[in-house]
């Protein structure tokens, strides 16, 4: 049971636009998501998160979005770079369960000049 | 070092043949994970170590798997009797606010 759905297993954007990816979760006790950018041969990293109380978080060029109702998220990069090629994973985790993270499959980005 | 520490960094074993991992975490973090990736797939949760609390093993995808943290810091994941389908990137991570700070994984190859 996936609890943590990517979609999209892979977006190609091309750079200085937008790039949307998307995640969505099924467990409603979930309230608090990151999200995790891999490079190949590397551990992934953290990137951005967001906690249920907020809708909305911004740094730099990444933000996320949350949507409960929907169990939605999405992250935004603009404007894109080839640098941000990479693997981006969704994961989550809640309340009773603070330290598992459960991750979703991944989208694979690619940023193309 | 400052980062989490995996080693071997690759390795290739014959089906059949017992294999260990060996994960060093960030000194200090009390939360250790093991995650796996396998070919297309997601990350896919192991186990959990929590200080002294027992291990969170609900992830072992069978009883060949099995993991232990001595002293609360360097854990060992152990495989036996690897099969082909075991085949996959082995990652590490401690716990770092407001995420998991990984190492760059051990990629296994069962052959």
């Known amino acids: 049971d996936q609890q943590v759905k990517q979609n999209s297993p892979s977006l190609s954007v091309q750079e200085g636009r937008i790039s949307i990816l998307n995640c969505d979760y099924t467990n409603s006790m979930f309230d608090y998501f990151l999200w995790y950018k891999k490079y190949p041969a590397e551990g992934p990293t953290f990137l951005i998160s967001?906690?249920?109380?907020?809708d909305k978080n911004e740094d730099g060029r990444f933000t996320v979005f949350l949507n409960k109702s929907a169990k939605h998220l999405s992250l935004h990069i603009v404007p894109s770079q080839p640098g941000d090629s990479a693997v981006y994973f969704c994961a989550a985790n809640s309340i009773f369960n603070t330290d598992k993270l459960i991750f979703g499959t991944g989208t694979r980005l690619q940023v193309f000049p | 070092g400052a980062g989490v520490s995996q080693s071997p960094s690759n390795k290739v074993t014959e089906k059949g043949k017992d294999v260990e991992l060996r994960c060093d975490p960030i000194s200090g973090h009390t939360a250790l994970y093991w995650y796996r990736q396998s070919l297309g797939q997601g990350l896919e949760f192991l186990i959990y170590f929590q200080g002294n609390s027992a291990p969170d093993k609900s992830g072992l995808p069978s009883d060949r798997f099995s993991a232990e943290r001595t002293g609360g810091s360097v854990s060992t994941l152990t495989i036996q009797r690897t099969q082909q389908e075991d085949s996959a990137v082995y990652l590490c991570?401690?716990?770092?606010?407001?995420?998991?700070?990984f190492g760059s994984g051990t990629r296994l190859t069962v052959v």
């Open positions: 991570a401690s716990s770092l606010e407001p995420g998991l700070t």
């Open positions: 967001i906690s249920s109380i907020k």
